[in-house]
């Protein structure tokens, strides 16, 4: 090379980045172009069996109600936290406010024992799991037949004979899939909802979940109440002790005037401010939403063959050449 030769410049490493990106790019979309009808048929495919399949689920409808949690009387809390040193003694319990009442009720409704209790006396053994859809214009269910027969009035059998009937354990895991307790940690207020496949069952089986803890807490209270009444007098027939015998006395009067209470307040855990009605729209299945999912899932899936077909592909040619 002579002293006035042109040196070619040299593509500087950066330079032949940019080209090899630019070439990976126009490969990329002309793969993607090639197996553009593979992509277009599973995209297809999958938005037709997602459409069909959002069609084919029953409509469901949900029914809510506002409680707000009963407060105790506030001579009640005032004599209670009096005595509660002295009833300690006695060995009984006064209880504790509305706040824990609330929290205990809570539970409860969701508890297997209370849950399982209010399927069957309720009989809603049949609705919940057999029941297929309702009838909008005769107001009534549609059962599997595979699952229970109604002219009989008896349960199908699976392939190995064995009955369909379902326990306890069943009809409860099914029930908790249907109700949802939503409480407002600014006001303290509850929401409680059932969905169901009937519209109107909705709204009845949230009401007499409602009416049903009300009972069963009101129950309980006065039964225990009762149980201390009954232990403070055996207690009071033992001493004659003057000043014992006025703390039972008080704490009898405590007792008796928790029974009084219960009794009288037919609300007496929640308070219903805003009572479940029928609801006249549906609450699910987002059909739409199912089908625009199955429509994305099946574009990704083509996208993702198209690139398994030209990976072994491009494989299968490498190996020619050599």
Known sequence: MTKYEPILAQPS????????DELDLRELFATLWQGKWIIIATTVLFATAGVFYALSKPNIYQASALLAPTQDDGGVNGL?????????????????????QTVIAKEVIQSRIFL???IRRHQLSVPLMAASGWNMERQEWEYSKEIYDVTSGEWGTDESGHSVKPSD????????????????????????SVSSLSPIAAAKWTELLISDINEHMRNKDITEAEASVSYLKTKLRETNITGMQEVFYQLIENETRTIML???QKE???QTLDPAVVPQERSGPKRALIAVTA???????????????AFLRTGKQEKENK
């Open 262 to 264: 219960a009794n009288a």
């Open 268 to 270: 007496y855990v929640f």
């Open 80 to 100: 209670s936290g009096q005595l509660g040193g002295l009833a300690g003694l006695a060995g009984i319990s006064l209880g504790s406010g509305g706040n824990n």
């Open 169 to 192: 354990w069943d009809l409860v895991k099914s029930f908790r899939q249907q109700l949802s307790i939503n409480e407002n940690k600014e006001n303290g207020m509850i929401t409680l």
């Open 116 to 118: 399982s209790n209010f």
């Open 295 to 309: 429509t994305i899932l099946g574009g990704i899936l083509g996208v993702f063959i198209v690139f398994i077909v």
């Open 13 to 20: 490493t950066e330079q032949r980045y940019y080209a090899d």
